[in-house]
């Protein structure tokens, strides 16, 4: 006991267990600071599960960057826990994102700051170099519809505007990124599309020949732009 807890940064009510490529939350942190941590910064880890955090019952921030975290993640219920920072995990759009933050919403009543930089759910420009602005809005109401409550979402304040919009949009604003499988590219060797715009028989560039020829017809209209490029003597 005593060598683990000498892994442990401790400051008054801020507990501290970083780097030690843990998978899970190691028993004797729960069993000797859970009664009493406001502050739980377990970042730089291998966690793929939070279950050991039903100790932590007094808990008001919770640091858990850098881990293997998903959208599978559950979490006890912790009524006093106003800011919850995920940054660089494996949390996606696709598949149970929905119900992770409705899970959130649940569990995290209290809930005022939220942050999901460094995942794929989150396409902000940094990380996301095809991602735009107007991806990262769209994720933004998104969020903010599934959790109102928020004041802040990863560096940003949430305006009132903001929220506003979420509430009435933010059901329409997934962000979901197409599997490689299913996108297609019209017109490449792999992908031939199914119809030409082309006569059959000018398809082939090898045996294309164009035609130059002189209409013998004049247009007579006496209303028409057409007139400018008829000569005198031709009217």
């Not at 910064?41 to 599960?49: A, K, V």
């Not at 305006?159 to 996108?183: C, D, H, L």
């Amino acid at each position: 006991m005593a060598n683990n807890e000498s892994l442990v940064a401790l400051n008054g009510t801020q507990i501290s267990y970083i780097g030690h490529d843990c998978k899970e939350i190691p028993e004797f942190l729960g069993e000797t600071y859970g009664q009493f941590a406001r502050r739980l910064d377990l970042s730089f880890n291998q966690l793929r599960s939070l279950a050991g955090l039903k100790m932590f019952t007094e808990l008001e921030e919770l640091i858990v960057d850098n881990n293997l975290l998903g959208n599978d993640l559950q979490l006890p219920r912790l009524p006093n826990l106003h800011t919850l920072t995920l940054n660089k995990n494996h949390i996606s759009f696709q598949g149970r994102c929905s119900a992770l933050l409705e899970h959130l919403a649940d569990v995290t009543p209290s809930l005022e700051y939220l942050s999901l930089l460094g995942n794929e759910a989150c396409p902000n420009q940094l990380v996301s170099p095809d991602k735009d602005e107007d991806d990262y809005q769209r994720y933004r109401y998104f969020v903010l519809y599934k959790l109102p409550q928020l004041k802040f979402l990863d560096t940003r304040k949430v305006t009132k505007r903001e929220g506003m919009e979420a509430q009435e949009r933010g059901a329409f604003m997934k962000v979901v990124k197409p599997k490689p499988e299913a996108v297609s590219y019209a017109g490449s060797e792999s992908h031939p599309l199914p119809y030409s715009p082309l006569p059959r028989g000018s398809r082939d560039p090898m045996t294309h020949k164009g035609v130059f020829a002189k209409c013998r017809y004049i247009y007579y209209g006496k209303h028409s732009e057409g007139n400018r490029f008829i000569r005198n003597d031709q009217l």
